[in-house]
T-cell receptor
Framework: EPEVTQTPSHQVTQMGQEVILRCVPISNHLYFYWYRQILGQKVEFLVSFYNNEISEKSEIFDDQFSVERPDGSNFTLKIRSTKLEDSAMYFC???????????FGDGTRLSIL | AQSVTQPDIHITVSEGASLELRCNYSYGATPYLFWYVQSPGQGLQLLLKYFSGDTLVQGIKGFEAEFKRSQSSFNLRKPSVHWSDAAEYFCAVYSGGGADGLTFGKGTHLIIQP
């Protein structure tokens, strides 16, 4: 069964550095998403992406964050000038279309030191 | 804005016993409802979904859920749990329309006793 893949599984970064989290969505899916889960808290929506542009973003997704689909298969989340509170598990998801079930990757655990 | 409440943070069930995990949502219209499971170190796996139609939906791994509009609930059930069902379970709602993102509950941690 096709799945969403995320790399790396664990990223450790110094505060203030930039990180790029990578995702390969399911190949025939058109909508892509990023979520985060701070330890002990609920999964929170960050952003959705469709047709090479942001479709929707939450209040969390401020100027520190950006997303990109650099080629036909990858979908990336960039976090600039990381802060301690950015430490979390980041999940990528994709869906065939709007209103359709979202399929999640295994996540990238981001640790900011 | 829609919200999802999972009132039980932890539930302990004996292997072979039945299971019911509670989920309540707050949304004006009929939402799209989902249950996801997260095993340790893994991502979120979709167990089942409700969009419309029959209010009792069947999912993978022997799980089912019932949508009750009058109670704004979407409880997850399994008649007989297995040790491998130990995991974190998340209820989520998708309001559709202009919103793309799922709203998740805080999750219920299921512990299986031998």
């Amino acid at each position: 069964e096709p799945e969403v893949t995320q790399t790396p599984s664990h990223q450790v970064t110094q505060m203030g550095q930039e990180v790029i989290l990578r995702c390969v969505p399911i190949s025939n899916h058109l909508y892509f998403y990023w979520y985060r889960q701070i330890l002990g808290q609920k999964v929170e929506f960050l952003v959705s992406f469709y047709n090479n542009e942001i479709s929707e973003k939450s209040e969390i997704f401020d100027d520190q964050f950006s997303v990109e689909r650099p080629d036909g298969s990858n979908f990336t989340l960039k976090i600039r000038s990381t802060k301690l509170e950015d430490s979390a598990m980041y999940f990528c998801a994709s869906s065939v279309g709007k209103n359709q079930p979202q399929h999640f990757g295994d996540g990238t655990r981001l640790s900011i030191l | 804005a829609q919200s999802v409440t999972q009132p039980d943070i932890h539930i302990t069930v004996s292997e072979g016993a039945s299971l019911e995990l509670r989920c309540n949502y707050s949304y004006g219209a009929t939402p799209y409802l989902f249950w996801y499971v997260q095993s340790p170190g893994q991502g979120l796996q979709l167990l089942l979904k409700y969009f419309s139609g029959d209010t009792l939906v069947q999912g993978i791994k022997g799980f089912e859920a019932e949508f009750k509009r009058s109670q704004s609930s979407f409880n997850l059930r399994k008649p007989s749990v297995h040790w491998s069902d130990a995991a974190e379970y998340f209820c989520a709602v998708y309001s559709g329309g202009g919103a793309d993102g799922l709203t998740f509950g805080k999750g219920t941690h299921l512990i299986i006793q031998p």
